[in-house]
């Protein structure tokens, strides 16, 4: 799913300190480990995924696509889904889990916005290893239970760091949902509206 739009860290939170970016990797698939060097290693990878053997498999069995498009950050199909907005043409993986990621927005994006939308990506990838439709047909963006524990995954965990909730709304604010639709997602994910 494409991400939030960028959004500037709270003064008063940010991310995890050992947090890292390879900003320069070049277009094509790398490791999910050489575009977020010791993500495994964060506290917030363990409240992810408990279980250490599966933490393992999932950090070192994903890649990250980055493509020149002016995108934001997705987890690739395995198949084009049914109902793709016209015009996007997302990346498909069908063999491997991919996180496809913009290269504009690893390189200019604040800290804060790629910590979260990481995890939020690497919460749809646990997901649809669970069996769950990320692109269900009949589900509106904000119904969707795999986009609001995503959401709400990565919100507990900033809120954890000590980012304030405007900060929060500003990331919520996604340009595909309108503002029904953004309020909903804030209550959904325990964020306080202004």
């Known amino acids: 799913m494409p991400p939030p739009r960028a959004t500037r860290p709270s003064p008063a939170g940010g991310v995890p ?4 970016i390879a900003r320069d990797l070049p277009v094509g698939r790398h490791p999910l480990l050489a575009a977020f060097p010791g993500l495994d290693t964060l506290d917030t990878a363990r409240r992810h995924e408990p279980d250490a053997a599966a933490r393992e498999r999932l950090h070192h ?24 907005r016209r015009g996007w043409r997302p990346v498909v993986s069908p063999d491997a889990d991919c996180i496809v ?18 995890f939020h990506e690497l919460c749809h990838i646990r997901q649809r290893a669970a069996g769950r439709d990320l692109w269900p047909e009949n589900l509106g963006y904000v119904e969707r239970p795999t986009e609001v524990e995503a959401y709400k995954f990565v919100v507990d965990e900033a809120h954890r760091f000590g980012v304030a909730d405007d900060v929060l709304r500003d990331y919520l604010r996604v340009e ?17 509206r202004r």
């Open 176 to 192: 595909w949902i309108d503002d029904d639709e953004h309020r909903a997602l804030l209550d959904a994910v325990g964020v306080a």
């Open 17 to 20: 300190p050992r947090f890292r």
């Open 101 to 118: 990621i913009g290269q504009e927005h690893l390189r200019d994006s604040p800290e804060l916005t790629l910590f979260l939308d990481i």
């Open 61 to 84: 069995e994903t890649f990250v696509e980055i493509v020149a498009q002016d995108v934001w950050m997705y987890v690739a199909p395995r198949a084009l889904p049914k109902g793709v």
